[in-house]
Every structure is written in C-alpha cells, then in structure tokens.
C-alpha cells in the first residue's frame, strides 16, 4: 500500500511539472495578428525566423526588411536575398548582441529611415520577452509595433528535454528582465 502510494505521489508530481512546463510554454507564445507596416525586424538568434519575415514580406505585410546582428548566421542580407527579399528593401542592423540591443539599435534605426510601425519577428518561445523589452524600449516613441512568432517548439503535449530547457531558460531571462537585471539576462 505503501508503495502505491509513493508511486502515485511522483507521478501527480511528474504530471504537475509538465501542466506547468505546457502553461509555462503557452505564456511565452504572443502571436499577433499581421497588419501593414512599415518594416519587418528580424531577430537573430534561431531557426526559422529569417523565412518567417521574408514569407511576410513577400506577402506585402511590410515595405522593408530589417536585420537584427546582420552579421549572424541565420540573418545576413545573402540569406535574406536568396529567400526573394531584393537588396535595395534591407536595412541592415549589426551592432545587437542581445533582445535589449536588438530593441535599442532597430529604434535607432527606425528613427534614421523616418518609419513609424514595425512587425517584430522573433523565435515563439522568446515572445514574450521580445515583446516585454521591445515595448518598454519603444515607449512613447509614436511606433505602432506588432509582434509575430515563427515556430520553433512542437505543439505537443510531451516535451522533448531540449524544449523543457528551452522554456526553463526563457523563464529565467524573462524574470531577469523584468527585475531590471539587464547584465545577468543579456547573455540570450
């Protein structure tokens, strides 16, 4: 009796880990709806999110595409060329080395080419956090920003341990940047 109790209280502890790890990971998704602006940023930083802006673009949702860390694998202008965005529409950002640096050096940006909206692209799981940070930075700017996700996690009810991590670490920068902890949650 014993041990069917034991068992019993690791798998409702197991159970309650992943109900959290699944609600935990439907918080970070935001996915807005597209509408027309000016330009399309795209985040360096992970799979995907290159061919999510270029497929936005090509759809007419933006004039202009703009690369975050232009210089990073994943988001340079060939890429982004050989994906249908011609030359002449990129706007090349290559100082940001994180979420905070991408939303400071895209404003700078958005200021030197006079633009007033943009669609933010970014990995789903970083979302939340994309957004957190873009907005405090954009605040009372005048620039209407949206924010897309492209897919990154698997929409399943098991999660694989690349994807706990994943979430687990998104969580921590997330409570970093909230608490202002800018040097600790800088290393995204």
Not at 61 to 80: F, I, P, R
Not at 130 to 136: A, E, L, M, R
Request: hydrophobic content about 40%; aromatic content about 8%; cysteine-free.
């Amino acid at each position: 009796m014993e041990m069917i109790k034991r068992l019993s209280y690791i798998i409702s502890i197991i159970l309650g880990i992943q109900l959290i790890l699944i609600l935990g990971r439907k918080y970070l998704v935001v996915n807005e709806k597209p509408k027309k602006a000016d330009v399309i940023i795209v985040l360096s930083g992970g799979p995907g999110r290159l061919e999510k802006g270029a497929e936005l673009f090509k759809r007419g949702d933006a004039d202009q595409l703009m690369l975050t860390n232009s210089n990073d694998s994943g988001t340079t202008a060939k890429e982004a060329m050989e994906l249908g965005v011609p030359k002449d529409k990129l706007i090349l950002e290559d100082k940001a080395i994180s979420t905070h640096t991408n939303a400071l050096y895209t404003l700078e940006k958005m200021r030197e080419h006079q633009l007033t909206s943009a669609i933010i692209i970014s990995s789903d799981f970083h979302m939340r956090r994309t957004k957190y940070i873009f907005s405090k930075v954009y605040e009372n700017t005048g620039i209407e920003l949206t924010f897309i996700a492209s897919p990154y996690l698997r929409n399943s009810i098991i999660m694989e341990g690349w994807e706990v991590q994943t979430i687990f670490y998104e969580w921590i920068k997330l409570v970093g940047y909230k608490l202002r902890a800018y040097k600790v949650a800088e290393k995204d």
